[in-house]
């Protein structure tokens, strides 16, 4: 499965229906999360963390049967895994494979599973080469409505609507589809203001998000039934538009946009941005409302924008940075990569720039193989390659124990902090407490080492610092694994410096860091413009410090950056810090550049 969510949900609900303790019989994997034990017969796990399993195992011999599922979101590692399969077959005839979807092209995957072999129709070949079983699902009707002019900004436009259905419709939960966790707070904080103004003897509106970067325990608040006399009202990014069931939905209100990963290699940056949807994914959401009673889908957007939409989504590895399904290949011994056989090849580009990176990250050598130890164990890490290449580099620094922390802190993807309605301003005043000068990554060290000796057991020090327990927790959680990896590889963890002291009081440990976040992140640099945005070392793109960064509205000659964004026609970069030019013309950027032809 493509998605957590999907993952722990389904797996709960089976050993619901075994009648067994989730865990034993029944359990499930998925990133820095492991519920199965030696009884496990049934497992549900991501697709990425299947592969991972490849490394260890590359026959995957302990599984019988393997279900892969939502195959149709064609996602990095949904691909590589179908190619993957199609390898072990060869050498396991009696492995049993099922691709499953609801809005699956059948035939592209049975021709890609059975190769150039006739199809015949004899039951022996049915056997061998694979059949399409075609179920038929219990589908209500669901009344679809457009707009008649575009809006103007479909988040307002969804919080409008929400409140016209709640006025004028019946009983029923409503599904709102947004693009990421911005526009989520922004529609929770709207749906709050508004509800205060409902009559006091009207229904209640209950309103939860639902995205990614919640831990797998917030993300399950949306499954619990609303209280009396209350509509619950979902906001949520397209992870609820496949792979799970929201039951009382009978309302979706769909933005018409999702967020998707673009890598464009002449600049070497992957941008996150809002691009309209497919029709089959307007079609998929549109059927949310329609699984355990008749609904109403609202699209806003007019008939024609519909019918101008592309019939399906563009699979992500045409689109995306291959330098980690690459780095995969490697580990599972395909050095070849040009003849590995993918569902949809990927442009010859990609594959190029992908390489470029992983060769002056030290992953690979002159021959393009693996190198050993590093690029063997930057493989076996469950963090992408330039955050890998940084936890590898940071045991020669002397900071290996705060990198832990900041490599947890950056997996929360923005989840640190809580916002309570109209009370912005005071969680950036209490964000500034923690604040470095130097930027966002030791103001997240700074976070982490005050919760573990102050909020871990005081949640009330969360509340009053704003800070979100739960993902704090989890950063508490992910640390531990990822310090358990490094120790299999025989790295000494050394803790023993005082984790309560801020990094900001010991500067020379603060530059440490900062050069080590440079060794990983030196493909995402940029230097400041005389008018305060950034441009990227090629300069080709121009950059804006994102509103939540601290380095917004401040001052510095070099940048790294974590994350980069695209929102409107701007594009942010989060996770900010200042870095020295120096840092940069030490090997690993110069070799970049170099291979490039900057």
């Known amino acids: 499965m493509p998605r957590r969510v999907a993952v722990t949900t389904v797996a709960t609900r089976v050993s619901e229906e075994i009648g067994c303790k989730l865990g034993e019989e029944v359990g499930y994997s998925i990133r820095?999360?492991?519920?199965?034990?030696?009884?496990?017969?049934?497992?549900?796990?991501?697709?990425?963390?299947?592969?991972?399993e490849a490394l260890a195992d590359p026959l995957l011999s302990r599984y019988s049967v393997i279900m892969v599922d939502e195959a149709h979101e064609r996602s990095l590692s949904t691909d590589l895994l179908l190619g993957v399969l199609k390898k072990i077959m060869k050498r396991r005839p009696d492995l049993r494979i099922i691709i499953s979807s609801a809005t699956l092209q059948a035939e592209d995957f049975l021709r890609f599973f059975s190769g150039d072999q006739p199809q015949q129709k004899d039951d022996a070949a049915e056997r061998s080469v694979g059949r399409i079983i075609s179920l038929e699902g219990r589908m209500y009707p669901v009344d679809t409505m457009y707009l008649e002019e575009p809006a103007e900004d479909y988040v307002e436009r969804a919080v409008k609507t929400v409140f016209e259905i709640h006025a004028n419709e019946p009983d029923g939960d409503i599904l709102i589809f947004l693009t990421g966790r911005e526009e989520i707070d922004m529609a929770l904080q709207l749906i709050a203001d508004r509800a205060t103004s409902l009559h006091p003897r009207a229904q209640s509106i209950l309103s939860l998000p639902l995205y990614a970067g919640l831990t797998s325990e917030q993300q399950l608040y949306v499954f619990e039934p609303a209280p009396e006399n209350t509509r619950k009202v979902i906001v949520s990014t397209n992870i609820a538009e496949a792979s799970v069931t929201l039951d009382g939905i009978v309302y979706v209100v769909d933005c018409g946009f999702v967020k998707l990963r673009a890598f464009n290699p002449k600049t070497g940056i992957e941008i996150l941005s809002a691009t309209p949807v497919s029709k089959a994914s307007a079609t998929q959401r549109a059927g949310r409302a329609g699984r355990t009673k008749p609904g109403k889908c609202y699209r806003l957007y007019t008939q024609p924008a519909y019918e101008s939409l592309p019939e399906v989504t563009v699979p992500e590895i045409q689109r995306s940075n291959l330098a980690p399904i690459i780095l995969q290949l490697k580990a599972l011994g395909?050095?070849?990569?040009?003849?590995?056989?993918?569902?949809?090849?990927?442009?010859?580009?990609?594959?190029?720039?992908?390489?470029?990176?992983?060769?002056?990250?030290?992953?690979?050598?002159?021959y393009a193989k693996l190198t050993r130890p590093l690029g063997v164990r930057m493989a076996e890490l469950s963090v992408e390659p330039m955050m890998a290449k940084v936890l590898l580099s940071a045991p020669t620094m002397g900071c290996l124990s705060e990198i832990l922390s900041i490599a947890a802190m950056t997996t929360l993807q923005g989840a640190v902090w809580f916002y309570h309605d109209g009370e912005n301003k005071a969680t950036d005043s209490t964000r500034r407490v923690f604040a470095v000068e130097e930027g966002d990554h030791l103001t997240l060290l700074n976070v982490y080492q005050a919760?573990?000796?102050?909020?871990?057991?005081?949640?009330?020090?969360?509340?009053?610092?704003?800070?979100?327990?739960?993902?704090m927790t989890r950063a508490v959680s992910i640390r531990a694994q990822l310090k358990r990896y490094l120790?299999?590889?025989?790295?000494?963890?050394?803790?023993?410096?005082?984790?309560?002291?801020?990094?900001?009081?010991?500067?020379?440990?603060?530059e440490l860091i900062r050069k080590c976040l440079t060794a990983g992140y030196?493909?995402?640099?940029?230097?400041?413009?005389?008018?305060?945005?950034?441009?990227?070392?090629?300069?080709?793109?121009?950059?804006h410090a994102h509103p939540s960064s601290l380095m917004f509205n401040r001052k510095a000659d070099w940048v790294i950056f974590h994350e980069i964004l695209e929102t409107g026609n701007k594009t942010f970069i989060r996770d900010v810090t200042k870095i020295e030019k120096s840092w940069l013309l030490d090997g690993s950027l110069s070799t970049y550049y170099k291979i490039r032809g900057n």
Not at 39 to 44: L, M
Not at 487 to 510: P, Y
Not at 532 to 542: C, D, P, Y
Request: proline residues 2%; contains cysteine; neutral net charge.
């Open 522 to 543: 030196f493909a995402h640099a940029a230097r400041m413009q005389p008018d305060g945005t950034f441009k990227t070392i090629n300069g080709n793109v121009i950059l």
């Open 487 to 510: 120790e299999r590889f025989g790295i000494n963890v050394d803790e023993s410096l005082a984790t309560s002291k801020r990094v900001d009081e010991a500067l020379d440990k603060g």
């Open 451 to 471: 919760f573990v000796t102050k909020g871990r057991k005081d949640s009330k020090w969360c509340r009053d610092n704003r800070l979100n327990y739960k993902s």
């Open 32 to 52: 820095f999360e492991d519920l199965t034990s030696a009884k496990t017969r049934i497992k549900f796990l991501t697709d990425g963390l299947l592969l991972r």
């Open 334 to 366: 395909i050095d070849n990569v040009l003849r590995f056989d993918f569902l949809t090849a990927p442009p010859a580009e990609l594959i190029i720039r992908a390489l470029e990176l992983l060769y002056s990250l030290g992953v690979v050598d002159d």
